[in-house]
């Protein structure tokens, strides 16, 4: 199989940012894990100090979605499909005054020629990470936890848990390895996609290693910082995080085709999920796999009209305390143009997350200035020259309508099958 794995699991991670993420959706974690999945050493890197750059600011003018402007939009897209060979993929663009985009283009299916259509539910990988960020930070307003606390308060046997704190499992600074770039993890779950895994499993692939770096010190996309911030959400509230974030998360929001799975449920409809994370290499349909894997990291499921909706809640701060959003949104450089608050990145001004996991990718962001929303959902995970499809879509979509703000996160290499 690829050396990619990273994605199977690290698309748990998700940014694909990222960098990987930011990407398990869990997302996509993206560079080192794919290293790490192939079993290489962790590199070594010097500690550098945590600036907080000012938000990229917003400039040039957000055009209205004429006909013409469609027409571009269209042809941009069809072209990545043809050549990222995307199946399927649903693209909404909006700002207010300029009007609405909304295409769906190829299938659903291959095998029954299904179009996709914007009403598909769809997993949405590592865009799980903002909502289990926005229960912490409720949390956070509600005094019953604070960001600078010690995992080691909440869970027991976390390397350096004394002293890495929420905020950098949040901000994806705590130095602790990702599971899902852990070698027997992939295989086990790549022998078995429908098992489930419990987080404490998880936890176990991560805590065999080493850490990475000392807390702070340093960004490194990891899913394991997820696992451990749904526990927190656990212990304190006394709930199954799955409970409290579909009702004081998406239901406080209005979103009425999100949820938090318990299992490999998959409310009807939604597209089949084309993946070659496989332990063969070859394709396969993934869309009844196991999403119990990335948890807290990339557990979700939504649809267009909910995303639409959340991208802007998640940046603007709705569910929280004006200073609680203010510290999600202390971005620290991650990757070139790209910088990680808690739970969310700012990529070139866009605003949100992305996700990846096998199957399924998802973007969700938002620029403030025009107060534009773009969510691109599509029916798999497989790169293109080493860079996420979902990626593809933004940085095409964004050239043409915020080309002083284009969305785009480095390729990471190929290396081999």
Same mark, same amino acid.
């Given at each position: 199989m690829r050396t990619r794995r990273h994605s199977a699991a690290v698309a748990a991670a998700a940014l694909v940012l990222a960098v990987s993420p930011l990407g398990a959706g869990a997302g996509a974690a993206y560079a080192q894990g794919a290293a790490y999945a192939a079993g290489a050493a962790a590199p070594a890197r010097p500690a550098v100090t945590v600036p907080v750059p000012a938000p990229t600011p917003v400039t040039g003018e957000f055009p209205r979605l004429t006909p013409s402007v469609a027409r571009e939009l269209d042809s941009a897209i069809r072209k990545v499909m043809a050549e990222a060979k995307v199946p399927g993929v649903i693209v909404a663009l909006s700002a207010p005054g300029k009007g609405t985009y909304v295409r769906s283009f190829g299938v659903a299916d291959q095998e029954t020629g299904m179009p996709m259509s914007p009403g598909l539910n769809t997993r949405i990988g590592s865009e799980t990470k903002t909502f289990t960020v926005t229960a912490l930070l409720q949390l956070v307003d509600q005094g019953r936890v604070g960001l600078d606390d010690p995992i080691g308060k909440y869970v027991e046997g976390v390397p350096n848990g004394d002293r890495i704190t929420l905020r950098e499992l949040a901000g994806m600074r705590s130095g602790l390895f990702n599971y899902s770039a852990d070698e027997d993890f992939g295989k086990a779950f790549l022998a078995d996609p429908r098992r489930p895994f419990t987080p404490q499993q998880l936890l176990a692939y991560s805590f065999k290693h080493p850490v990475l770096f000392e807390p702070n010190a340093e960004f490194d996309y990891s899913n394991t910082n997820l696992i451990l911030l749904g526990l927190v959400v656990e212990k304190v509230t006394g709930q199954r995080l799955d409970d409290y974030i579909n009702r004081e998360v998406v239901a406080a929001a209005g979103l009425k085709h999100t949820l938090f799975p318990v299992g490999a449920e998959f409310p009807a409809p939604h597209a089949q999920g084309y993946t070659d994370q496989t332990l063969s290499g070859k394709t396969a349909n993934a869309t009844d796999w196991n999403p119990s894997w990335g948890w807290a990291a990339g557990a979700m499921i939504s649809n267009l009209s909910d995303l639409r909706s959340w991208a802007k809640t998640v940046a603007t701060g709705t569910l929280l305390k004006p200073a609680?959003?203010?510290?999600? *949104?202390? =971005? +620290?450089?991650?990757?070139?143009?790209?910088?990680?608050?808690?739970?969310?990145?700012? +990529?070139?001004?866009?605003?949100?997350?992305?996700?990846?996991?096998?199957?399924?990718?998802?973007?969700? +962001?938002? *620029?403030?200035?025009?107060?534009?929303?773009? =969510? =691109?959902?599509?029916? /798999?995970? /497989?790169?293109?020259?080493?860079?996420?499809?979902? /990626? *593809?879509?933004?940085?095409?979509?964004?050239?043409i309508v915020t080309p002083d703000h284009v969305f785009s996160l480095p390729a990471q290499p190929v290396t081999g099958h």
């Open positions: 609680t959003q203010a510290e999600r *949104l202390k =971005v +620290v450089p991650s990757l070139p143009g790209a910088g990680y608050g808690l739970g969310i990145f700012n +990529v070139q001004g866009w605003i949100g997350h992305n996700g990846s996991l096998p199957g399924y990718q998802s973007l969700t +962001v938002y *620029l403030p200035g025009p107060q534009a929303t773009l =969510v =691109v959902l599509l029916n /798999t995970d /497989t790169d293109y020259r080493g860079s996420a499809p979902s /990626t *593809l879509f933004g940085q095409a979509i964004t050239r």
